[in-house]
């Protein structure tokens, strides 16, 4: 049986605070808003727009999207908000 190592497991990792207001649509799909403390509201609605949104808070400020990369939670180029 291997040992546990000792000390910190999350050497090098920041933590973000980020807050969630959640509700459930008709069709118990997540529905809400997330953002940094302080920080511009992001809409989302389903899981994958959850996740995508709390992913993009976790890296903003920190590090550039991929190349190509878009943010589904936001509506593109001449889609009505």
Avoid: K
């Amino acid at each position: 049986m291997r040992s546990r190592p000792s000390g910190p497991m999350l050497v090098g990792m920041s933590i973000t605070t980020i807050e969630i207001v959640l509700e459930l649509d008709a069709a118990d799909h997540p529905l809400g808003t997330a953002a940094v403390p302080g920080g511009e509201p992001r809409s989302f609605h389903g899981w994958l727009g959850l996740v995508t949104t709390i992913a993009a808070l976790t890296r903003s400020g920190r590090e550039a999207p991929p190349e190509g990369w878009s943010d589904p939670t936001q509506p593109t180029e001449g889609e009505p908000r």
